[in-house]
């Protein structure tokens, strides 16, 4: 048990205050060591949270990265698009590979499912566009949209007696509509091997999580993606389809954010962006192809090359306020060992004036200059530093900065990939 979990009883919840991909899947795979509920609230099989603990190197999509946890109850809320084809022939076969079970794998009869109709849909439309929004094309936006339109099919049609009516009437108004040619056995026979294959773990994922409470259960919620992607607060129209933040455990699990203890808001020790859409800090230099090879910045799910950009700290600032963030977690510190200078983004101004993140409008996003402050950088390989004392000055320079600006302490620290590889301050 790591220094850091005693001090995270109660309910918590790991959210991205940045794009994403900041490492959400080591964090919680190291808190989740102890926690009784492990809950997914929001997202689909275009996210991808990289474990790498001792059963091996996994990237999970749809499965909350608490399994490895065989005591913990894993539950994948309503809020997340189930993509069954991720789910089960990818992810549970990662898994069964490693001998690692899912027993304890809960998902909830409300979510939504991702249809091959779907998937089609993502990829004509991205393709229509004149300016592309960076889609994974995994068809999660439309299921959303489906959601949104009261059309989706949910988990509780596919277990139930008239799935194969539903089904039908369904796909045949997506082949006309959509001008698809889906085949209506193929389908029907694939989805019906899911639904004997996950039946046993389909329940009600709102009583357990408020049973839990009740009975003072470790409750950790596991956030997908990253804030600035939030379809309401994110850089509209290049976002997501769900809420990555605080507001999506209340839309996914029927739970008042007043519930919630702590709020560790998990960042990179830079910035990165993957896909289309403004990023202030965006590295154009030299140092852009170090980051990007040190910092292994390859999606998970995407298989595209992040943009790496220096730290935004007026972004942070806004994404710590808006989610009541209590504490923060940096990964991938030691990726900047080795620069002379380092920047950091303070603040933006608009035609000379001071400025702030303009929430949902990437456009207006598009025009502010970032504020830089330089600090001298450290040589040290960090790797293997386990306190925070050790760190060598530079290096603690620009965590002290980082707290000042933001207005709240740095918990965590990444140094590393794997499970131990982190500095608890």
Known sequence: MSKNQNKHRGITAVIGVDWGDSG???????????????????????TGHTVQNKYGKFALHIIPSGIFNQKAICLVGRGVALDLESLVDDE???????????????????????????????????????????TTGRGVGPTFADRTERVGLRVKDLISESFGQTLKEELEFQNETYNLKLNYKDVYEKFSEYAKIIKPFVANTIN?????????????????QGWFLDIDGGTYPFVTSSNPGIAGIWRSYDLH????????????????????????????????????????????????????????????????NVNKVTELALTKLDVLSGFKTIKVCVGYKVSGKESWY??????????????????????????????????????????????????????FIGVGPKREEVIYA
Not at 111 to 126: A, F, I, S, V, Y
């Open 257 to 320: 954010p007043s519930y919630i203890s702590s709020v560790i808001g998990i960042t990179k020790s830079y910035t990165t962006r993957v896909g289309n859409g403004p990023m202030p800090t965006k590295i154009e230099g030299p140092e852009r192809q170090i980051i990007i090879e040190k910092g292994h910045e390859i999606g998970t799910t995407s298989g595209r090359t992040r943009d790496p950009g220096w730290l935004d700290l007026e972004l942070l600032k806004y994404a710590v």
């Open 92 to 134: 549970m076969d990662q898994l069964k590979k490693a001998k690692v079970t899912w027993k304890n794998l809960v998902i909830d009869q409300q979510c939504t499912l991702t249809m091959p109709w779907h998937k089609l849909r993502d990829g004509k439309r991205e393709a229509g566009r004149n300016s592309k929004i960076g």
């Open 24 to 46: 959400k899947g080591r964090l919680i795979d190291d808190l989740a060591q102890d926690a009784d509920i492990v809950a997914r609230y929001n997202g689909g099989s275009n």
């Open 358 to 411: 303009p929430s949902g409008d990437a456009e207006a996003l598009e025009k502010v200059e970032p504020v830089y402050q330089s600090l001298p950088g450290w040589d040290e390989d960090i790797s293997g530093v386990r306190e925070i004392n050790q760190l060598p000055k530079n290096a603690r320079n620009y965590l002290e900065l980082i707290e000042k600006q933001v207005g709240i302490k740095v918990k």
């Open 208 to 224: 357990i999580v408020h049973i839990g409470i009740y009975e003072k259960k470790n409750i950790l919620f596991e956030g997908a």
